[in-house]
């Protein structure tokens, strides 16, 4: 008679987010039960979410700043090969620039606290653990991120830099500082100019055409101006001095030459210098000139003034191609947030179509899940908050979205907005997700009641989805704890007690997924595996865990997220784009 083979259990797996213990050990701000997460948990779903310096809901910008810094010394003791392997991953996948260069330099601070075998920066024998160099460079993509390393450095922790930091910003500095590059970050007003940068780390040029570009930058920083350009050298550079030479009187007349388009490509012009070069008002003429060498956030960020200055059709039709073609929206890598945001500062509905197939084509890894799911969307006040201060858009707002996108795919979805008190939302398989984020809105304020919420909507679906900063008030009849654990009542921790759990009515089998969109300490539930799995970022990669957990294969963020990306592409269009 056989003895294990008697029933089929469901195999344990796990995701990236762990607690260390399926009961309550903390509260959440609010004051509901919460759970622990182990370090490198705690630090992804900080990190993939944080602005740094920037206050929320919860915590206040130097609290979470030093959370952030001190998880990151302790991760780096434990397992610097992760945080190796996550730089470049935050900066890269996820588009996160204050994060990772704050983690790569507190990475290496780390490093000069518990010394490394990594004379010069370089890797000492095979097997050797990651350097300082290389993880510093992994986390520069942009022509001005060398400056804000040193810059960050010097706040920090003083102004003696390591040697592996210097080389680490040395190798950034070569693959980043093009002319492109120079005539859009080095501006004057900067604190830390790329000749700063120059003078503290001594790069070694790649060629002639850089020597001579690090020339430039040095003479200019220490008011040694060069009359002539090497054009043969430097030819953007000269042609943008051509350009700013010719009288203010005469500049808005070579918007009507044939080949100004083509003139403003070779200078490297961005819509930023034109604006000031004209100085005047950015008409149709102007915008015209300039976008068809716009990078993809610049549109993007623009629509409503293309609008406003009465840009031709044939123009708008070319915006609208680059919009919608796939490969421009993958190369982009826009989050999908940034959809919304271009939607909603639209005054015109012309840009309503191609934004929603961008936006599609953003949330392509959204899956469609097979049978009934409950989706959960946090409207309460502390969503409320802006996901950075320098922009409008709230963490509700990112949950709704995906959220939506959830019920625009999959054929049997309740999707339920709940805050002190829950109400379902129409999202229609198929129907548009950038005007089903509108039905949220008048919804928004109140408490974290997410257990209640899940107590009144929750009728055997087959999956919960759970969409929210996870500061749970606390839960009346909640179903806390993973299905082995029993399902209890928490009434309160206090130092040194148990919690009172009483049994609930109801328990919960269903798997819930947890998408956290602020990385606050606790969290509203247990995670990483008995079905109970929690994920963050603001992009859409992290849901195609969901029906990689329900093949019964683990999940971790390298899988779900994939390599890095190709590093050039990243390059040419950080150049290309509007700052941000």
């Keep these: 008679m056989p003895k294990f083979a008697k029933t089929k259990k469901a195999p344990n797996v796990t995701s990236p987010i762990a607690t260390p213990s399926g009961m309550p050990d903390a509260l959440t701000y609010e004051g509901g039960a919460g759970f622990s997460r182990d370090p490198k948990s705690e630090l992804f779903l900080l990190a993939v979410v944080n602005m740094v310096g920037e206050q929320t809901f919860y915590e206040g910008a130097r609290e979470r700043d030093r959370r952030f810094a001190a998880l990151v010394h302790q991760v780096t003791r434990d397992d610097p090969a992760w945080i190796a392997r996550f730089v470049p991953f935050l900066r890269d996948t996820m588009q996160l620039r204050s994060a990772s260069v704050v983690m790569a330099a507190e990475f290496a601070r780390a490093r000069t606290e518990k010394p490394e075998s990594e004379a010069a920066g370089s890797r000492v024998g095979p097997g050797a653990g990651p350097t300082t160099r290389s993880v510093v460079s992994a986390a520069l993509s942009r022509a001005d991120e060398p400056a804000e390393m040193l810059a960050y450095w010097h706040q920090a922790h003083g102004r003696r830099i390591p040697q592996p930091v210097k080389r680490g910003v040395a190798d950034a500095v070569r693959r980043l500082y093009t002319e492109r590059a120079a005539l859009k970050y080095d501006g004057a007003s900067n604190a830390y100019r790329m000749a700063d940068v120059l003078d503290l780390v001594h790069p070694d040029p790649t060629d002639a055409r850089q020597s001579a570009l690090f020339r430039l930058l040095l003479d200019r920083r220490h008011d040694r101006e060069r009359i002539d350009v090497d054009a043969e050298l430097l030819p953007i550079v000269a042609a943008r001095a051509e350009l700013e030479a010719m009288p203010l009187d005469d500049r808005r007349a070579l918007l009507d030459a044939s080949d100004v388009g083509d003139r403003f490509n070779t200078a490297g012009v961005t819509w930023e210098w034109l604006s000031g070069w004209l100085n005047g008002p950015m008409d149709a003429k102007a915008w015209e000139a300039v976008i068809p060498s716009m990078g993809y956030m ?168 759970i969409l929210t900063d996870e500061q749970a008030f606390p839960q009346r009849a909640s179903p806390i704890g993973s299905p082995a654990a029993p399902k209890r009542r928490f009434f309160g921790l206090l130092a040194g007690e148990q919690p009172i759990l009483p049994t609930p009515a109801e328990e919960i089998d269903a798997p819930i997924y947890t998408f956290n969109l602020a990385g606050y300490r606790v969290g509203h539930l247990p995670s990483g595996e008995e079905r109970r799995h929690t994920f963050g970022g603001l992009t859409d990669r992290a849901f195609s865990a969901i029906p990689l957990l329900e093949r019964s294969r683990d999940a971790d963020w390298s899988t779900l997220f994939g390599s890095k990306p190709d590093v050039q592409a990243v390059e040419d269009n950080a150049e290309s784009d509007a700052a941000g």
């Excluded at 609008?307 to 708008?316: P, V, W």
């Excluded at 963490?395 to 309740?414: M, N, P, Q």
């Excluded at 257990?451 to 055997?460: D, G, I, P, Q, V």
């Design 298 to 465: 610049a549109l993007l960020r623009n629509l409503r003034n293309f609008d406003d200055a009465g840009i031709g059709g044939a123009t708008r039709d070319g915006i609208v191609a680059k919009l919608t073609d796939p490969a421009e929206v993958a190369r982009s890598r826009q989050l999908p947030l940034r959809f919304y945001a271009a939607y909603a500062n639209t005054k015109t509905l012309h840009w309503a179509p191609p934004l929603e197939r961008a936006l599609e084509l953003s949330l392509a890894n959204v899956p469609a899940l097979p049978g009934r799911t409950l989706v959960l969307v946090d409207v309460s006040g502390s969503m409320a908050s802006p996901m950075s201060n320098r922009s409008r858009a709230q963490r509700w707002e990112l949950a709704a979205l995906f959220g939506s996108a959830l019920a625009a795919r999959s054929a049997k979805t309740d999707v339920v907005a709940f805050q002190s008190y829950s109400r379902r939302v129409d999202v229609a398989k198929g129907g548009s997700v950038l005007r089903a984020i509108e039905q949220f809105k008048p919804l928004v304020g109140g408490g974290t009641e997410t257990f209640a919420a899940l107590e009144e909507h929750y009728k055997a679906h087959d999956r919960v989805v």
